[in-house]
Structure formats: C-alpha cells, structure tokens
C-alpha cells in the first residue's frame, strides 16, 4: 500500500461539521489509533472508502477497493454458522488458507459450527476481523472493537493480522481502548483538528546516542495501562483527583492512575501552571472556564469539558493571584 495523505479535510453534513482541518498520513502497515466520537468515526471511514466525498482537502494515495471497513455495530446473518458466513466472503476473494487453519488464530475454531447469532458480542467482533482479514484489505479501518470479555483473544487475533501486513486505523472514544491496540495515538477534537498523545516507546538505537544528540529533558506524568505506560505532557491533563489515595489523572473525560502522591505531583506541576484548588484537585489553570460562587464561603470551578471542582475557601485568594480576577 502506498502512503495516504489527508490533508485539511473539511466534511459538512445535514448543514453539521463533522470534521474540520482534518490532516492526517497514514504509512504502509502503520498501527494509528485515534480518539474520536462514533459520527466523526464513520465519517471518516466512508471519506477513506470514498463512499462520500469531502467538502474540503485534498486526500490521495487512496485505493477505495484495498480498504476495508468493520464498525461497531457491525451486522451479520445470524442464521449462519460461522463456517458458512467465511465462506461466502471467501469466495468472493482470493484468499486461498484453509479455514479451518486459520480460525485458531483468531480464536473462534470452537465455533466454527455454532450460529452466529449463538456467538457472545466479543465471538462477534473476532468473527468481523476474521471476515475482513479473509478480504485481504491493504488499509482496515475498526471502530471501538474492545469489550469487557475476550480483549486478549482481540488484541492476539489483531496482532496476528498486522503480522499479515495489514495496516489498521483504529477508532475509538475510550483512550485506554486506544492504548491497547495501538502504537501511535491521536485525538481528535473539533476546534484544534488532530494531537497526538505520546506513548512509552523503545527504541534499539536510544543508547547509540552521544551526549550531543540527546534531547533535553522534558517533564511528562506516566500512567501503567496493561502493559504499557502511557507519558502525557502537563496541558494535556484537564485535572487530577485524589481518590481513596490515588492519583487519577483526567484526560479528555478518560481517568488514568499515577503511582506518585497527590503532594508529590503538586511540587512538580505548580511551576507548570497547576493548581491545588482542594485537598483532593489539581486543576490545570488553563481549563478553568468559570467560578460560580453558591455563598459567601462555597465555590465551584467549572471546567472547558463542563468537570465540577470544588474550590477550597481558603483558596480563593490565591487563585485571585493566579489569573488576575
């Protein structure tokens, strides 16, 4: 597959926006993940397969034939077996592997004879991955694939067709779902079009580096998903919130834990415009949109994405300070 470049995408719909400077390359057999909601989702997907044109932009290296598509509420025959529904797709394509080799790799061999509408809703998403490995796309595109049951049998069974040379584009609301199945991670967010989030990544060539070529140090709070950490730079933290002990980071509605006590964070993050607003918040100055005050001694910083936090009344004062009001 050649590399697809999106380049300030503008789609306007049923006089709605619903993606705006969009810009975006997508490398052969990249692993991008990008936090979006299930319209912008969708949308994205049909400009992809060219099922419907952009407003605005340019995009090119698209060949709508190599690109395959599986969202969420994906539909299926129910009254099928699953042995029968692959086999109608594999008909249509040249996909010659004995199915029988080839369910084991996405964990669905047990049911090969089963009716698909017998399968559990994870049995269901392998079953759609499986159906568009059989179609042997270059680009697949997946919306929010991950349920509570069956994520290690997902997450092997999509391993095992990125190994097939299958770049994937990977949509999804939940950050943490994100983090899971993808190696580089967007955001998505109306006003700003595309950030990346950085993730925790190793490379061989790091200790080949003279002390000339190392960067400087970059302050970043980690947070242990799984099997990974995941770093975020301090303005990408809405707030923090002690609870029961533990630091839990905000992040676009997402929570993320961090090891490091709440006191431990405000030493670091003060000077990096954090405010300890209550025993239990740090408030990221530049996500304050408002402060109501119920009563003389009772006040509430409301938040850009509408969070609530309590103000400590001693703290009003200082925050005056902070933000000239």
């Not at 049995?123 to 179609?135: G, K, M, T």
Request: net charge negative.
């Amino acid at each position: 597959m050649q590399t697809i470049q999106l380049s300030n995408i503008f789609k306007q719909q049923a006089h709605q926006t619903i993606l705006k400077d969009f810009t975006l390359t997508i490398p052969a057999q990249s692993n991008i993940g990008i936090q979006m909601s299930h319209v912008e989702a969708t949308t994205l997907f049909n400009l992809l397969r060219q099922t419907t044109p952009q407003t605005s932009g340019v995009m090119t290296g698209l060949t709508p034939a190599r690109i395959q598509a599986i969202f969420h509420d994906d539909g299926f025959y129910p009254q099928l077996t699953v042995s029968t529904y692959l086999k109608t797709f594999q008909h249509i394509s040249t996909f010659e592997t004995d199915l029988d080799d080839i369910l084991q790799y996405f964990a669905l061999k047990d049911v090969a004879h089963t009716k698909i509408k017998h399968l559990s809703f994870d049995q269901q998403q392998r079953l759609a991955l499986l159906r568009a490995f059989i179609l042997q796309p270059d680009l697949l595109l997946i919306e929010s694939p991950l349920t509570n049951a069956g994520i290690e049998l997902y997450l092997a069974a999509l391993a095992y067709t990125r190994e097939h040379g299958v770049t994937v584009l990977l949509t999804s609301y939940s950050l943490e779902e994100l983090v899971l199945t993808s190696t580089t991670i967007f955001r998505y967010r109306p006003n700003q079009g595309l950030e990346l989030t950085d993730l925790a990544t190793e490379s061989s060539s790091d200790s080949a580096h003279t002390s000339e070529d190392t960067p400087r140090p970059i302050f970043k709070i980690a947070s242990k998903v799984e099997d990974k950490t995941v770093f975020f730079s301090p303005n990408e933290i809405d707030f923090i919130e002690s609870v029961n002990g533990v630091s839990q980071l905000n992040v676009s509605g997402e929570q993320f834990t961090s090891s490091q006590t709440m006191s431990e964070l405000e030493q670091q993050l003060t000077t990096l415009g954090f405010f300890r607003c209550h025993l239990s918040y740090l408030v990221n100055l530049q996500q304050i949109a408002e402060l109501i005050s119920y009563s003389r001694n009772s006040y509430t910083l409301i938040l850009k994405n509408k969070s609530k936090l309590p103000l400590s009344r001693g703290k009003l004062t200082d925050l005056k300070a902070l933000i000239n009001f």
